[in-house]
């Protein structure tokens, strides 16, 4: 790590500046020593001070030194320590220490002065400020207060504020924190695509915090979508990512979450030991609220294990911890697993004072799975106890609750317990369809336990059924998963049920079954499993096999290039895929079908996927059951495309456009930053001039809409502005062009011509490209410029103009002057006023409103209605603009032509450069140092005399630009002497 020094030829604010810089770049120990040292320097006045107090406390929070953070800050918590200050800095400090407060679980103190904070910023529209402290108070009612309704409102106020400043990071981190109500309520998809939003706009980022916690919560969205391996690539990362930065608390929670999968795949031995490292890292942390979480993952795991009393201590120190950070929903969840245990050891008493206060903590709550579990919980208890009805009656009341929102894991949970209840009041085949229901949503969540012990009761039900083969299966296959995972207590329980059958004398999986009466329980089942996608699938898959007693079901993809991907099976594998997919293409072509005991059916999942069902049954069905499966998988096609069609009306929400704010709006062009801001000033100033104007910038930025802007605010407005490009016309006619000639000058030649200088006579003439100008040519444009006159080819004396030029190009002239393509003389005498025009990237806010007004344009003269979705315009904020303002337009000029009317333009509409656009790491580490005009950057890589180089070159080039290149004004102005000064401009390389 670089030494910090605080150079005692550089002032307070040039100090502060680096400062801001370091801590932009997430470099937050470095900050931290920086800041620490900065505080001891004596000259820094009051207002200066809490400024670096404010970015020290921020360094040290993003570090989880929370105490040390608030101690920073405590001596402006003191009554009128802060009356003061300016209201921006009084804001400034409330935002800090509630931030502070919030991470410290003092919530009502919190929003006090993160309110406090909101009110100071929005009375001086400082929009960074209120965006900031919008997402400071969703944070807290999400995490410390579980008011998400509320949380979602102040986060989505943070979101307009962001996206006016067109921060991407700080987008992000608000799209995490949506995207963790979206999670806690149920919603996966929606939460999915809020982590994954989040993940694009901070790419290439340097907060390696942010970055392993988005990765932590995909992760947990992936495994409960069922998407495993991704999930386990999820947390590596997260991992890499936070070790980077050695946060613990956060790698407690990576380590204590990712225990909690491995639980649910079986891999307990290894789960503990990660949980048991999670468990060391939040203590380390001073984390109780993850420490809780964490013992009560290791009680749960315990629980599973039947180690009820090592389970019951982890339960009740976690319920210790959980009372003191009071968070209602993790409380309840360790009263429902202590409940469990203590029902084990017949303890029943016991285990329903706690299940019925988990039920007291989450009646009310918005989360309704919460609710939902604390029912399934007392049903089981019930059960237990054989009081059928009372269970039946928390069953109904679980399953309303699970109506409202998709979880497998709960469903599975519920279906079992009902399938329980059915057969303890004789109604078999209800158990037999509720259970099977149960075990796949158990095989869709890979839990290996849980669809163990759904197995254990099927085969009790199918036996009593007289289905002695598939009870002997289910029985056989609970057992097998019950040994490997240690678990003694069922292991004999399933192989006791397993001897009580009678001898059938040949292996239950070569036995033939009989297909399925087709009766209201197949479709019950069906509609069940209608929430979720890929449960239907499966219970499509499993339903088909029972029906038409086949050997194999699979449902395939087929995907654009014709190929088959197979999504969900059941029964035997295919042994020779190659050959059975080349007849299913013959026969879906109108070719030779299939043979009779092979069945296809194609149907769509309402969206973009095309499904095919394939069933190799063991003999040729009759029409009745073929009849039968077509109504099935039209029940099923139906029920996807409604479940489709919920995803995108829940999802898609049009972007208000009219929350888009400008500074201002100037002569055809939109100025919503600080950095067109500094441009427009720039033109108010030379208003009243006819200097000669450069302006430099990329392509595609928009120069040539300045240069009109300071033709429209000069005395010549009433004049014409002449455009002019030079990399438009040949070579051999440039001067021709530009300066005129008489006929017969040379050949071709066949009238006069008054050339585009003459033309521009009393207004301005404005020459794009000017980099591009031949060689030969520049010196005939200097004379103009120095002696106000053209001489036009075949004339005897040169005529003189009154005409103001404005010159434009995106090429770095001083390279070209050092390269001999651009004569030095020129040069100087076009950049008599130099405005640089930032490239888009650079000026973030201005690209909403700017696609605001091309798509107001370009709708209106295609004659539509078109929106943007706020996904899109995400996406577009989070894009870079290698084009600049120019790709901007073509790119609203595009996807308005593709649109029809009334059309919401969604992300996938727009290019494919801007969906896959990843930003890269220089984005995040090259940062503004000082405002424009004479912006600068410097790379992360920049040591801090590096960084301290390119500021005093800087201040030295702005203050020689002010005074002319006068050496004894800049001299006095920067208080150093003329030998001081031109010993600094010797080693910073300017040349006076």
């Given at each position: 790590?670089v030494?910090?020094e ?13 400062a801001?810089?370091?801590l932009?770049?997430n470099?937050?120990?470095?900050a931290?020593r ?10 820094l006045?009051l ?10 406390s ?17 001596k402006?918590?003191?009554?009128g320590?802060?009356d ?14 509630g931030?502070?407060y919030?991470w410290?679980?003092?919530?009502p ?12 910023f929005?009375?001086?529209d ?6 900031e402290?919008?997402?400071a ?7 410390e ?7 979602r409102?102040?986060?989505?106020e943070?979101?307009?504020?962001q ?5 991407p ?7 995490l924190?949506l995207?963790?109500i ?16 989040a ?11 942010l ?8 992760a ?11 999930a386990?690539r ?10 980077k930065?050695?946060?613990?608390r ?6 204590s ?10 891999n307990w031995s ?9 468990l060391a890292?939040?203590?380390?942390a001073?984390?109780?609220r ?5 013992l009560q ?9 039947e ?9 009740k120190n ?29 303890r ?24 939902a579990t604390?029912y ?14 009372t269970?039946e ?29 059915r057969a303890?009041?004789g ?5 037999r ?8 949503c ?28 598939l ?18 207590r069922l292991k004999?329980?399933a192989?006791?049920l397993?001897?009580?059958l009678?001898s ?6 070569e036995?033939?079954v009989a ?6 329980f ?33 449902i395939?993809?087929i ?11 059941q029964?035997s ?26 069945i ?20 040729a069905?009759?029409?009745r059951?073929?009849?039968?499966l ?14 489709t ?9 049009e ?8 500074l201002?709006s ?14 427009l ?17 990329e ?9 009109r802007?300071i033709?429209?605010?000069s ?22 062009r ?18 585009i200088?003459?033309a521009?006579e009393?207004?301005t ?15 005939k ?10 001489h ?5 004396r040169?005529t ?9 190009t995106?090429?770095d ?26 490239p ?14 091309f798509?107001?344009?370009?709708s ?7 929106k943007?979705?706020e996904?899109?315009a995400?996406k ?13 337009q ?16 969604m992300?996938?509409e ?13 984005f ?5 140092v ?21 500021v ?9 630009k ?31």
């Open positions: 790590m030494s910090v605080t150079k005692s030829n550089l002032s307070i604010q040039e100090k502060i500046a680096i801001e810089a370091i932009r770049r470099a937050d120990q470095e931290s920086y800041l620490s040292e900065l505080l001891t320097d004596q000259t006045s207002e200066q001070e809490c400024s670096v107090r404010c970015m020290l921020k360094s040290l929070e993003n570090m989880n030194q929370y105490r040390e953070a608030l101690k920073v800050l405590n402006y918590e003191q009554a320590a802060k003061e200050f300016p209201i921006q800095l009084k804001g400034n400090i409330n935002l800090r220490l931030w502070v919030s410290l679980g003092d919530h103190r919190a929003i006090a002065l993160l309110n406090q904070a909101l009110k100071e929005k009375e001086i400082y929009e960074i400020g209120i965006g402290a919008y997402h108070l969703g944070r807290t009612y999400i995490v207060i579980e008011e998400y309704k509320i949380a409102d102040h986060l989505l943070a979101i307009e504020y996206r006016r400043a067109g921060d990071h700080a987008l992000a981190q608000t799209y924190r995207g963790l979206d999670y806690q309520e149920g919603h996966l998809k929606t939460a999915k695509d809020r982590f994954l939003e993940t694009s706009l901070a790419e290439g980022s340097t907060d390696h915090s970055q392993g916690a988005l990765h932590i919560n995909l947990a969205v992936y495994f409960d979508q069922c998407e495993i391996e991704t386990t999820s947390y590596e990362l997260a991992i890499e990512h936070l070790e930065v050695g946060h613990k956060l790698l407690g929670v990576a380590y979450n990712l225990g909690k999968n491995l639980i649910r795949l079986g290894e789960a503990e030991e990660i949980l048991n490292r999670g890292l939040s203590r380390e001073n984390n109780r993850d420490e809780a979480i964490t993952t290791l009680g749960h795991l315990h629980y599973l294990q180690k009820y009393e090592l389970a019951e201590q982890e339960l976690s319920i210790d911890l959980l009372m003191q950070v009071k968070t209602k929903t993790h409380l309840a969840e360790s009263f429902r697993y202590l409940a469990l245990v203590l029902a084990s050891v017949s029943y008493d016991e285990g329903f004072d706690y299940a019925k206060r988990a039920l007291q903590l989450t009646f009310n709550a918005k989360v309704t799975r919460h609710a604390s399934l919980v007392l049903a089981e208890m019930h059960l237990e106890r054989k009081e059928y009805r269970a009656d928390f069953l109904k009341m679980a399953r309303a609750k699970l109506n409202q929102q998709t979880d497998l894991e709960l469903s599975g949970y519920a279906q079992r317990l009902l399938g329980r209840a303890a009041m109604d078999l085949n209800g158990a369809y509720a259970i099977d229901q149960s075990i796949s158990f095989n869709t969540t890979k839990s290996l336990y849980q669809s163990a012990l759904s197995q254990t009761e099927l085969g009790k039900v199918v036996y009593k059924l007289g289905d002695i083969v009870a002997e299966a289910n029985l056989l296959a609970a057992k097998k998963t019950f040994v490997d995972l240690g678990v003694h004999e329980r192989a006791k397993l001897s009580e009678p059938q004398g040949v292996i239950a999986a036995k033939t297909p399925v009466a087709f009766d209201s197949l479709v019950e089942r069906l509609i069940e499993a209608s929430h979720q996608k890929e449960l239907l699938l499966r219970e499509l898959t499993a339903i088909v096999r029972d029906l038409m007693a086949a050997t194999t079901v699979v395939f993809e995907t654009d290039s014709a190929d088959f991907n197979p999504i969900v099976s029964g594998p295919i042994l020779n895929p190659g050959r059975l997919y080349d007849k299913i293409r013959l026969q879906l072509n109108g070719g030779q079908p299939l043979s009779n005991d092979n296809v059916r194609q149907f769509s999942d309402g969206g973009k996927r095309n499904l095919l069902l394939y069933i190799s049954a063991g003999q069905p009759n029409e059951r073929l009849s039968q077509t109504a099935l998988v039209r029940l099923a096609e139906q029920s996807l495309e409604i479940n069609l919920r995803e995108r009306i829940k999802t898609t929400k972007f208000d456009l009219s929350s888009l704010r400008c201002s100037m002569s055809g062009f939109l100025i919503a930053s600080p950095a067109m801001k500094s441009v000033e720039h033109i108010h100033k030379i208003r009243s001039n006819n200097v000669t104007v450069l302006i430099t910038g392509s595609g930025t928009g120069k040539e809409l300045i240069a802007a033709h429209l605010e005395e010549r407005r009433d004049r014409d502005f002449v455009p002019f490009n030079c990399a438009a016309v040949a070579k051999d006619i440039v001067e021709s530009m300066f005129g000639h008489r006929k017969g000058a040379f050949t071709g030649a066949s009238n006069d011509q008054r050339g200088v003459r521009a009393g207004g003439l404005f020459l794009d490209e000017i980099g591009e100008l031949p060689i030969d040519i520049q010196p444009l200097l004379r103009f410029l120095q002696e106000g006159e053209v036009a080819l075949g004339e005897d040169p003189k103009v009154n005409v103001r030029v404005l010159a434009a995106n090429r002239l001083e390279k070209q002057v050092s390269l001999g393509l651009f004569r030095e003389d020129l040069f100087h005498r076009l950049n008599v006023i130099r405005i640089q025009v930032p888009l990237r650079q000026r973030r806010e201005e690209i909403l409103p700017l696609a605001e007004n798509l107001k344009v370009f209106e003269r295609m004659e539509k209605s078109v943007l979705s996904e899109a995400d577009l904020v989070a894009y870079d603009w290698p084009g600049n303002v120019r790709q901007l073509n790119e609203i000029e595009r996807v308005v032509a593709y649109a029809d009317d009334q059309h919401i333009v992300v996938d727009l290019s494919t450069e801007i969906i896959n656009f990843q930003r890269k790491a220089s995040y580490q090259e940062r503004v000082l405002g424009a005009p004479g912006t600068i950057t410097f790379p992360r890589e920049a040591t801090l005399a590096e960084a301290v180089d390119a005093e070159k800087q201040i030295l080039t702005e203050a020689l002010r005074n002319n290149n006068n050496i004894s004004k800049t001299a006095r102005e920067l208080d150093l002497t003329r030998r001081g000064l031109h010993m600094k401009c010797d080693r910073l390389g300017i040349e006076l």
